[in-house]
Structure formats: structure tokens, C-alpha cells
């Protein structure tokens, strides 16, 4: 991250670092969650998402000490490798994860559904599971996007960016005023002759109603928009003026 960095955000940079935050759910700079920047919940490290992983597994083959172990830490929103690696599941919106759910992500769909898979096509079920998060930008396993869940390490909560201050404002420097033109005065269109017209139904001279009602926006314009509504008047009045008769 650039030391020199403006104040003012963009809404697509990161409240935490400044940086853009990518595609997934992380930013990809600080790894902050970017629904709840300040809530303290970070991307879990690949190398420590993987080691848990083999935990996990290892803990299973004891499979009453992981039952034990498993109904302690779901109330935290842990399995027995995340308690001991101070890793957490919850949900993909940011919120906490319910124990049910949480058996069913590691019971249910993690160690039945896609182990038993996994085991009858030797051990390549969980190798694909857990190298999808490599695969995922938001480092999620197969069951992870099954079940709607992210797996997070919580830190100290981190302070968003402050916006500039006035101060800082009014210390910019701005590009000085376009100076004001000669006030130009519009020239009197020249009077139609009545000879040779058809006797059709008078039209209404466009000029006069416009050209007053600019003339009292007058003040208030500047003199390169006061300038263009009058050319548009002008070219109104031309068209008006060659139009064929009826």
C-alpha cells in the first residue's frame, strides 16, 4: 500500500486499507471480511485451512473423542482441529454459525457424504475437497459451498480509515474561474415581410417569448450558457422562418 494515499475513498475500496477489495467475500489486500470490515474476522491462512483439514481427519478416526470434543466446540462455532488452531466457521452473510449447521457441514456433508465419496475413489474425494481452497477466492472447501459457510481467524478489530478532514478540504488547490466574457447583446431579428405569404393561420414567432424569458434568466446564467440558448433561439428561428408553407 502506497504511503501517499488521498483521503478520499472510492465506495469500491476497502474501509480497512485503501486497497481494491477483489471479487470475493475477503479483501484481497488485508484479508478483512468486507461485509463486516470491523468485526475482527480475517481469511484464514491456506497453510493453517489445509493443517486443519488433516487434523480434522486424524481426530475422526478416534471417532467417540471427536463426538466429545465435536458437542463442545460447535457451541463456538469450531470443529475439535479449529479449536485447537483458533480458527471459526460462520456463516457466508457474516453472521455466527448455529451448531446444527455445524454438524451438518462436518458430519453430515464433510465426513459421510463427500468422505465415504472420497473413500471409494481412494483418497483423491478429500485431496479435491481440500485443494479447492486454492481454487475458491473466497477459500472455501466443496462442503463450504454446499453448506454456505466461511472459515475465518478472528484478530483485534480493526480501525476503518478515517474520512479527510475539513481542514484538509479547504486546503486543496483549485483551478482558478473561467474569466467572464463581453456580455454580447443580441441583435433585433429583422421584421418578416407580410407580402407573398400564403393566408394560412399566423404562426407564433418563437423568438420574442424565449428571447424575454432569457434576457430575465439573464443575471443568473453565465455568458457561455446565456450564449448557447441564444444560438439555439436564433437557429429556431431560422427553421421557422424556411419552413415550406402549407
Not at 483485534?156 to 474569466?179: D, F, T, W
Amino acid at each position: 500500500m502506497s504511503a501517499n494515499r488521498p483521503g478520499a475513498l472510492r465506495p469500491e475500496h476497502c474501509s480497512i486499507c485503501g486497497e481494491y477489495p477483489g471479487v470475493g467475500v475477503f479483501c484481497s489486500e488485508c484479508g478483512v471480511l468486507s461485509s463486516h470490515p470491523t468485526s475482527g474476522d480475517f481469511a484464514a491462512p491456506y497453510l493453517q485451512r489445509l493443517l486443519c483439514e488433516l487434523l480434522d481427519l486424524i481426530i475422526f478416526l478416534a471417532l467417540p473423542l471427536w463426538l466429545a470434543w465435536m458437542w463442545r466446540s460447535c457451541r463456538d462455532g469450531q470443529s475439535p482441529a479449529k479449536s485447537l488452531l483458533n480458527l471459526y466457521v460462520i456463516h457466508e452473510s457474516g453472521q455466527s454459525i448455529t451448531p446444527q449447521r455445524l454438524w451438518v457441514r462436518e458430519l453430515l456433508i464433510k465426513r459421510l457424504l463427500l468422505g465415504l465419496f472420497g473413500y471409494a475413489l481412494g483418497l483423491l474425494g478429500p485431496i479435491i475437497n481440500a485443494a479447492w481452497i486454492l481454487l475458491n477466492p473466497d477459500r472455501q472447501c466443496i462442503h463450504d459451498r454446499m453448506v454456505g459457510t466461511l472459515v475465518v481467524v478472528r484478530r483485534a478489530a480493526p480501525a476503518p480509515i478515517s474520512p479527510p478532514a475539513a481542514s484538509n478540504i479547504a486546503a486543496l488547490r483549485l483551478p482558478p474561474p473561467a474569466p467572464r466574457g463581453p456580455r454580447l447583446t443580441p441583435s433585433p431579428l429583422p421584421a418578416q415581410s407580410t407580402t407573398n405569404l400564403p393566408l394560412t393561420a399566423p404562426t407564433r414567432p418563437i423568438s420574442s417569448p424565449e428571447l424575454e424569458a432569457l434576457e430575465l434568466e439573464r443575471p443568473t446564467l453565465s455568458q457561455t450558457e446565456y450564449e448557447r440558448r441564444l444560438r439555439i433561439l436564433q437557429r429556431q428561428q431560422q427553421d421557422v422562418s424556411q419552413q415550406p408553407p402549407a
